[in-house]
């Protein structure tokens, strides 16, 4: 929409001062500096002028960084996403993780135990360490390295929870 203000403004702009110059130039040759004649001998003129405005309105109205919000919020927004999927992934219990092996990858360094799952906005990496008993959930980055996006105590067992129904 910016470009298309900008393009009416141009054309505008070049057929008003193209016709401004004309009448100029008519008004210097003749000598008379008082605009005579009907509203349709400067019909063109005007429309141009209206032209050109049109096109300022259109290009002032409508910025060109409209569609960078747009991607800054969806950015943020599949940030948060991933932050809430580590965090989901990290509070899971390390017996829920080994049950659903297919789900979840295990590999076994020198730190403690290594988890890595597909969330479907990239793969999640979760380090259980042996030495202090935390979890951190992290992603790579293109580089390789790690971008930390939760870490909280190493839950070994969930607690199971007894439900009672009364009738």
């Given at each position: 929409?910016?470009?298309?203000?900008?393009?009416?403004?141009?054309?505008?702009?070049?057929?008003?001062?193209?016709?401004?110059?004309?009448?100029?130039?008519?008004?210097?040759?003749?000598?008379?500096?008082?605009?005579?004649?009907?509203?349709?001998?400067?019909?063109?003129?005007?429309?141009?002028?209206?032209?050109?405005?049109?096109?300022?309105?259109?290009?002032?109205?409508?910025?060109?960084?409209?569609?960078?919000?747009?991607?800054?919020?969806?950015?943020?927004?599949?940030?948060?996403?991933?932050?809430?999927?580590?965090?989901?992934?990290?509070?899971?219990?390390?017996?829920?993780?080994?049950?659903?092996?297919?789900v979840y990858?295990?590999?076994q360094i020198?730190?403690?135990?290594?988890?890595?799952?597909?969330?479907?906005?990239?793969?999640?990496?979760?380090?259980?360490?042996?030495?202090?008993?935390?979890?951190?959930?992290?992603?790579?980055?293109?580089?390789?390295?790690?971008?930390?996006?939760?870490?909280?105590?190493?839950?070994?067992?969930?607690?199971?929870?007894?439900?009672?129904?009364?009738?």
């Amino acid at each position: 929409m910016y470009l298309l203000g900008v393009i009416i403004a141009a054309f505008g702009g070049i057929f008003t001062a193209i016709y401004l110059f004309s009448f100029l130039y008519n008004k210097v040759k003749t000598g008379h500096f008082i605009a005579s004649g009907n509203i349709q001998g400067h019909f063109i003129g005007i429309s141009m002028i209206l032209l050109l405005c049109l096109g300022l309105f259109i290009s002032f109205t409508h910025p060109t960084n409209t569609n960078q919000r747009v991607n800054a919020n969806s950015m943020s927004s599949e940030k948060e996403t991933l932050k809430s999927y580590a965090k989901t992934f990290g509070l899971k219990s390390v017996d829920e993780l080994q049950q659903k092996s297919n789900v979840y990858s295990s590999s076994q360094i020198t730190e403690g135990t290594l988890y890595s799952w597909n969330s479907g906005k990239g793969i999640l990496m979760r380090l259980d360490t042996n030495s202090d008993g935390m979890t951190t959930v992290y992603k790579l980055d293109n580089d390789n390295n790690k971008i930390v996006l939760w870490t909280g105590k190493t839950i070994f067992q969930r607690t199971k929870v007894n439900r009672y129904y009364l009738n």
